[in-house]
């Protein structure tokens, strides 16, 4: 596993061929591993809602982008999803809001159908906000202006993120006559991150978040740097101890393999690479990609997130990659292994490492600039390749790319994180963190509650952001159970809420009238 | 009182003669009127400290000055006081940090006694940090680079100056291997806010924060716009009824005189104007600031703050107004008055109204981009002239003077502020707004307990941020119980801290050891 490699770990994929522009060379992402279509709005009829823009501000924190002109422009059009207001408890009745992450919100929307579906329960009206600089909200008028270069890109930060969320709050409540609107904030993965720290910076806008798989513990020193390996690792050994030791041993193999007279052309055809590879390294980080994604949708019941999936994925792959029978070389099942992800559905021919689309990446520049998340691999414990994470590295790394410094220590100074169970034990309210312990970025999640009302909810059998997903006829009960738990909580939220401002909601009298689709 | 006089109330005056550029005609601030002398080290052996920069981040919350330049520099030299360390128990000792406001850090240091005094009581270690674009503390190199467009004073904002704090409280902990060091914030008037907000904002870095005389509540509409006005007329009519009237009668009576033949030369003349006044407003503005001033100021002891002065120094100005025993005219029994405020000394022959030394005041900019504080006077309740506050008229003057754009919403969207007690009723926690009500900036302090550890403590006899000030033998029993209550609130949250971390602290135990000044 490279340097480079590990830099790319991103949450979620959002590789869309939207625009082409000649691609960096570095850093690659696991990304573009990926060849989930294109969100469609063809998916969402069970969601109803209207597209929007709001005009929003580029700089909240200085006012550079008066004087400067930056381009020509200091606002930018920000995407946002309104759902329909019929059933909305008009005026005052709850806001249910996403906070968006790194990739189109039409796409999140769609894979966050809890909020749609416990919407209705509350007479609440649901908003998907789109992150700037995904999607269809890009400064400067086109993605391809905004990514442009460093100075185009300089305004994709988190905190701005945040303020533009909170702006937009404003907007919308004054606009729709609904100040006294209670806003509860959800978000999956970084989105839920940013849920997090919404709430713990504008109190005074959302009443509650509930913060999905989002790992705010997984910078600086906080926790161990190899504890997301060891995850995805002991996601494997659960299913199969061969399987772990298998892959395990299968760098090394493969490595050498690759280093034989003809062996890169072996391992193409192996692995039915679409062109013949010219290192191994490339190879590696393709498998290994493929394993940190299992972790992530380990999901009990066939999917399609970031790929198509059969039910238990990981489970399956290993079943390809214990099946000797036909005397099957370890280089082939391992291939056998990884096709269940990158081909369940069987469509490819063979698989082209060299398709990043257009190499606009933002979470590319994020993870070169505040978003410094340390990952390592262990070799005591993990089943992947030894790897120790160096901040001087992914600096000198992002100076190449960007020509930025990175800001390693940032997001703690901004948001915390070290002693959160001191610092928040009678500080804030109204959080839950709700962790899938099969998910490698629990490990970088609250797991324990902090508080009365800053709870960790934690799924032992459950993966990235299981609960924020739409509800299936499969869903075990522990998830159903799992997301009444988070209902009862929001609703607290908003009935103290309600008490507060002395206003009596009819909103949640009439709760038990409604039933969502996530109870079964 | 002309709007533009009402734009420039700021609460501090920070008109150092550092440098010479063309004043702007507009807009006037309060703060050319104030003929303090510039600070100087010598008046503060009391207080043992050691100069020093720290390289500051010009901005946090984006990248753009990575890539711009921006003048040649990204980053500029923030000045801090650091307090000596001899008796600091250290490592883990507290740290009492002041937020430096609109102006010179050492001017600040020498009139907060309050913190030097109480330091040995905690063994704590006494920082005052300089807000960015005052005093030394310039972006650009240099105050006249720093101010010398919209573009290069961008950057002063009150969330950049947060940040910096939190930056060099982090990186100076970590400089003195004293991580586990809690933080308690001190701040009076704008430095009370940025001290409040940043225990909000940033819990993980400052345990708590005595915000001495914060108006946070001083925006949009939270409170009614004619509050301060109101106060300082109260502070008048409380001390004589027949000093608020005159007062009120004299801005038509001077009016009427300035149309008259020769009418501008004779209140000139009346005023002592060094140079001929061209027209009545600018001397109703002279007027009509020093009312303000002494609002903020009036203190039961003789004081040199904003300019030297008796004690209960409104007594004194109404003495000399409703002194008619010569005959005097209305105008002259004004003067008599308003001289108390410029002239307490009798060091000045004559007044120089266009005295603006460079007119780079740094709060003339916070007033025309964030620190939007609707102020107006009420001719029901007030002794000055009526005035409305209008969004759009400071939109007007602003965009005239720097070409920026207000953001009139902008603090309470960032910082809150509508309906506090319900928002942090269940979130926050250890901060006291501390008020005097006869400060004219009380009516935007928060007055009334929110939770049991957001505390304030109101004293009706109390002028701007007085606890803060040194300690004197004239204090009255009041001031000198209101500090003790301070103290016993700072040293209830270091000891909660110091349980939840789990070290003695032998920082607290011998307390009973040291007796600060501040006590008799």
Known sequence: MSSLHLLSLLFLLSSFPVLTTPSPTYPQFLGRFSHRKKPTQTNSNAYSYETRYYTQQLDHFSFIGDTLGLGGDSHFQQRYLLGSTDKWARPGGPIFFYCGNEGDIVWFSENTGFV???????????????????????????????????????????????????????????????????????????????????RLKYPHIVIGALASSAPILQFDDIVPADTFYNIVSNDFKRESESCFNSIKKSWDVLEAEGKDQNGLLKLTKTFRICHTLNNTGDLLDWIDSAYSYLGMVDYPYPSDFLMPLPANPIKEVCRHMDDDSDGKTL????????????????????????????????????????????????????????????????????????????????????????????????????????????????????????SESIIALVAPLGAHHIDLRPSTDEDPDWLVNFREAEINIIESWLSDYYHAIGTFSSVLSDRSDHTGTSSR
């Open 331 to 450: 280089a082939e099942r391992i291939y056998a292994g990884v096709n269940v992800y990158y081909n369940y559905t069987g469509n490819y021919t063979c698989f082209d490492l060299d398709d990043d689309p257009h190499g606009m990446n933002g979470w590319q520049w994020q993870a070169c600039t505040e978003m410094i998340m340390p990952l390592a691999s262990n070799p005591e414990s993990s089943m992947f390749p030894p790897y120790d994470f160096s901040f001087a590295d992914r600096e000198y790394e992002c100076h190449m790319t960007y020509n930025v410094s990175i800001r390693p220590h940032w997001i703690t100074t901004e948001f915390g994180g070290h002693n959160i169970s001191t610092v928040l034990k009678k500080f804030g309210s109204n959080i839950i963190f709700s962790n899938g312990l099969l998910d490698p970025w629990s490990g970088g999640g609250v797991l324990q509650n902090i």
């Open 116 to 198: 749609w579906e416990i919407a209705p329960r509350f007479n609440a009206l649901v908003v998907f906000a789109e992150h700037r600089y995904y999607g269809e909200s890009m400064p400067y008028g086109s993605k391809e202006a905004a990514y442009s270069s460093a100075k185009s890109l300089a305004h994709l930060t988190s905190a701005q993120a945040l303020a533009d969320y909170a702006t937009l709050i404003v907007d919308l409540k004054r606009n729709m006559s609904s100040q006294d609107s209670p806003v509860v904030l959800f978000g999956g993965s970084y989105a839920g991150m940013l849920a997090a720290w919404m």
